[in-house]
């Protein structure tokens, strides 16, 4: 069976969401009114970064500092091995941020396509939003858009996530496997998910075959 693999990177790849540990680390008072309105979806994810941004006390430096300590699944790559043995594409579908994303896989020897939110810094953070979908105007990164447009034909799509926005492809996918959030939500809506918690547990399913 030839297959088509998405995957989320923050709190999927990586073992802490890096958009998360920005704002903790670098964010004043106000941000946690700003999140709540986006997990409310009252506000993009473009708007929400950049009026979080504005809190910011951080340089780029201080960015590769923290990144530094963002830790990857240990079977990640194992399961990417997997993949390229088996001839599956795997892409990357982020609603965060491109230069986290190419640190950390730059970091531990990664060559994978990504598609995100590009983060710029000129004295201040902020983002825009190439893989924006202006019919929703919710997510920066349209993930779904994303999907019909690298799904190769007679292929099955495969999704691993885990937040937010995840629960929006997975009712696009045929084959979903989730944890945190996006599990909860499959659940709730009935969508059907594997539940995981590692890329092994990915890996074992995908070597059945």
């Known amino acids: 069976m030839q297959r088509t693999i ?66 990857i699944d240990d079977t990640f790559g194992s399961f990417v091995n997997f993949c390229k043995k088996e001839g599956y594409p795997v892409y990357i579908l982020s609603d965060g ?21 590009k983060l710029v810094y000129e004295k201040e953070f902020r983002i825009t939003c190439t893989y924006y979908n202006q019919e929703c105007g919710l997510c920066g990164t349209c993930k779904r858009s994303l999907i019909e447009r690298l799904t190769e034909p007679n292929s099955q799509t495969v999704y691993v996530g885990d937040g937010l926005s995840d629960t929006c492809p997975a009712g696009y996918s045929s084959l979903v496997f989730a944890k945190g959030r996006l599990l909860e939500y499959c659940r709730t809506e009935g969508i059907p998910a594997l539940p995981i918690v590692s890329f092994a547990d990915v890996l074992a399913k995908l070597s059945q075959g």
Request: proline fraction near 1%; aromatic fraction near 14%.
């Open 97 to 117: 941020y491109d230069f986290c994303i190419e640190y950390i896989l730059n970091k531990h020897g990664f060559k994978l396509p990504y598609y995100s939110n």
């Open 6 to 71: 998405f995957i989320d990177f923050d709190g999927t790849i990586t073992k802490r969401d890096t958009c998360d540990a920005m704002v903790k680390a670098f964010a004043g008072e106000g941000w946690q009114q700003i999140n709540e309105l986006w997990e409310k979806r009252e506000i993009s994810t473009e708007e929400c970064a950049n009026r979080t941004f504005k809190l910011f006390r951080a340089t780029l430096d201080d960015l590769r500092n923290l990144l530094d300590t963002i830790e």
